[in-house]
Each structure stands twice: as C-alpha cells, then as structure tokens.
C-alpha cells in the first residue's frame, strides 16, 4: 500500500518548483493563480531568491504548499494514494492533494496560517529546539517540570524531539537535556516556539478561517498530526487541524500507525527528502522515494 507524505517548514530551497513552471502549462499556470492570491510573486521568490527571502514565514509556508500540492496535481493518474500525511504544514498540502480541499482554498488557508503564526510569534519571544539521542519519556519528564512553557512539540523519529517554548525555558531545558545525557539540545532558528500554547493566539485566528472553508472528504483517509490516527470524516478532519497549531505534531506515531494500517512504500511529495530519513529511522527497510513527474 502507497502512503504519500508532504513536508514542513525547513525543506524549502531556491529553485524549488521552477521545473514544474518550465516544463508544464498546468503547472504554469497554478503559480500564476498563486501569485494572484496571494497578492505578490511568489514565484519571483521561489526560483531566484534568497535562502534569506525563502526563510520569511509568509513565505516558505505557501513555497513549500505550492510545490508540493502541484506536483501532486502533476503526477495525475499516477497519485493513487491508499492514505496520506503531512508533517505540520504538510498536513495542509496532503489535504488538498486528496481532493478534500480545493488548491486555493487551501492556499489562502497556509498564508493565513503563516500570518497568524508571524503574529504570534511578535506577541512573545519564542523559539524551539532539537534534542538528539534521549527517549521521549525523558524528554516529556524534563519539559514538565520547568516552571516556563516548554513543550514537545515536534515527535520527528525515535530520538529526534524538537521542545517548544519561551526562549528563557528553551534554554534551561537544553541545559537538562545535555545533563540527562542528549547527544545535542541545539537551539534552532525559527521565529518562534510553534506547536505550544504560545502559539494559541494563531490557532484563535485560523479557527475562523478553517470553520469557513469548505472541506470535502478525502479519496483516502488522512492520518493527522494531532493524534497520529487515520480520519475520512470532515468534522474531525477540521477539528484536528484548528488543535495542530497549539499541538505536537505527532510524526514517529504517524508512521508507526500507516505501517501498522498497511503501508509498504512511503513516496515523499515535495521539496526534498528530510521525511524520507524520518520514515527510515521508524524502519530501516521500509521503501522510500521522492514523487518525480515523467
């Protein structure tokens, strides 16, 4: 069985999407409908700017949303998926590559999405950091019990968590983690600690934006990031994706739950193959690929 995965923030690159543009009129066409909606070129951005440029959250968001969701238009008859996810923002892109919401509405979802999220981030500094080479219980433990907000918030493969909150708790709970024996407890650069309460302001914000859409049900059930588990129901499917912002994206689970469920290839839609390297951390002799169109 084919579980197709779409990635987050972080797998963007410059030129990412421009083959699409080049070489067919479909997908030409999507990008300039793109650009339109969201009101400046972001294919300018895309194909030749800056990594700096590409990092600006009300870009990379929709970037990595354009690429993937086009690509997977362009596979056609090829995308038979017995069941998709996406990590984080990729939770958006899986959706409307399984025909449960349209290409603009889910585009005007991620740019207010990213929005949102900028403007949260400017309420109260935040951040996020990668703990490597402890297990989640631990991790869990730490997080617990620091008086600051500090949160698991991204469950990417066994021994990889990234922790979620106030930059004066990040950094207590990265001195914690080395003392409790973490390879690392690097700090990462984002513009804030997405994935915890923090981020609550964004969640009210989109809420309203997710209940006014129109949301269909998928050709596949979807498994999302907030518990792990496989939905086809569109209640639950908009109940889920309003909680994603303020949750863990519960990724380890996920893959766990799709191989469990019957999955047998994992095909990566998307820039790059960072999920790929998550799959084959859950199990190493899983088939894993990257979508190419012919």
């Not at 207010?112 to 309420?123: D, F, G, L, V």
Request: charged share 20%; hydrophobic share 45%.
């Amino acid at each position: 069985m084919k579980a197709y995965i779409f990635p987050g923030q972080g797998a963007q690159f410059v030129g990412m999407g421009k083959d699409l543009y080049d070489q067919s009129d479909k997908a030409r066409e999507l990008f300039e409908r793109a650009n339109e909606i969201l009101g400046f070129r972001i294919t300018d951005i895309m194909f030749d700017g800056t990594g700096e440029d590409l990092k600006q959250t009300n870009v990379t968001q929709p970037a990595i949303f354009l690429h993937s969701v086009i690509l997977a238009k362009e596979l056609g008859s090829n995308f038979k998926p017995h069941m998709v996810a996406g990590h984080s923002l990729g939770e958006f892109s899986a959706l409307v590559a399984a025909n449960a919401i349209s290409f603009e509405d889910g585009l005007r979802l991620v740019a207010a999405r990213a929005n949102a999220m900028q403007k949260a981030c400017e309420i109260q500094p935040s951040t996020m950091a990668a703990i490597l080479g402890l297990d989640d219980f631990t991790v869990e433990d730490i997080c617990q019990r620091l008086t600051e907000v500090v949160v698991p918030a991204n469950y990417n493969c066994p021994g990889q968590l990234v922790i979620s909150g106030t930059i004066e708790g990040i950094d207590k709970a990265c001195e914690l983690m080395t003392a409790a024996g973490a390879k690392r407890a690097l700090k990462l650069n984002v513009g804030g600690a997405f994935h915890s309460p923090l981020m609550e302001a964004a969640r009210v914000e989109l809420q309203a934006a997710i209940e006014a859409t129109t949301i269909s049900e998928p050709i596949c059930p979807i498994y999302q990031n907030i518990d792990a588990k496989a939905y086809t129901d569109v209640a639950s499917i908009k109940h889920n994706l309003i909680s994603q912002l303020t949750g863990a994206v519960k990724w380890t689970q996920t893959v766990k739950h799709m191989l469990e469920d019957g999955a047998t290839s994992f095909i990566e839609v998307g820039p790059g193959i960072v999920l790929q390297g998550l799959v084959k951390k859950v199990d190493r002799s899983i088939e894993t690929s990257s979508a190419t169109i012919s």
